[in-house]
């Protein structure tokens, strides 16, 4: 089991730069996120969960959904089992709850993440 808690989430003015974090916990001493891909995705309100950017385990390769490539950059640091997404030159339409996600692939798809954590509220206001 892995348990998922972001944070960073709040309310920034269009242009403005967030850092979302989501910290990574397992119940054995042993646990270690370098095994897993990581995602983030995000719903809007009145829409679906949408992909966002994922990184595979050990953080050379990376992928972003388009609306958010140039602008959005996901990192991780297995010593500290966490990971990031950067968030620069934020839009009203990046509002949004924000989720990060791990599996054991790198994918576009939320079907390939088995574990997700509650999310974090992010509203970008015009």
């Known amino acids: 089991q892995v348990q998922l808690v972001e944070s960073g989430g709040g309310l920034v003015q269009a242009g403005g730069s967030l850092r979302l974090s989501c910290a990574a916990s397992?119940?054995?001493?042993?646990?270690?996120?370098?095994?897993?891909?990581m995602g983030w995705f995000r719903r809007a309100p009145g829409k679906e969960r949408e992909f966002v950017a994922t990184?595979?385990?050990?953080?050379?390769?990376?992928y972003y959904a388009d609306s958010v490539k140039g602008r959005f950059t996901i990192s991780r640091d297995n010593a500290k089992n966490t990971v990031y997404l950067q968030m620069n030159s934020l839009k009203p339409e990046d509002t949004a709850v924000f989720y990060c996600?791990?599996?054991?692939?790198?994918?576009?798809?939320?079907?390939?993440?088995?574990?997700w954590g509650q999310g974090t509220q992010v509203t970008v206001s015009s």
């Open positions: 996600a791990a599996g054991s692939r790198i994918s576009y798809s939320d079907k390939d993440y088995n574990y």
């Open positions: 397992g119940h054995t001493f042993a646990f270690a996120l370098s095994v897993y891909n």
């Open positions: 990184i595979n385990w050990g953080g050379d390769s990376t």
